[in-house]
């Protein structure tokens, strides 16, 4: 199976709630060896910015995230391009959601 991708939108350790998110996901990657890549999605950055508008779009549509400035939440967890966390999981929680993943072949629903 290819590993599954798990972006963590990330504003910067600043923000406690993106600090705390990172620490369930670095918490949990070692349970997943060779199935699971991850990366914060650093929005302060050219890259990360620019995958924060696509992630945002697959949510809400381009037109509601230019003309409303709808965006995906700050922090949240994509998996496979999937938001599956608007909010700061358990680390139980976040890697049950990883296994249901893995269970389906890396395709989210």
Partial sequence: MKSLRLELIYAGDHNLSCYYAAKVVEAVVPFFPNLLEWEKVYIRQ?????????????????????KLHCHAPIPSIFINGEMVFDRIPSVEELAQSIEDFICRGGNGK
Avoid: P
């Fill in 46 to 66: 050219k890259e990360g910015a620019r995958r924060f508008y696509e992630l945002s779009v697959s949510l809400y549509g381009e037109e509601d995230v230019r």
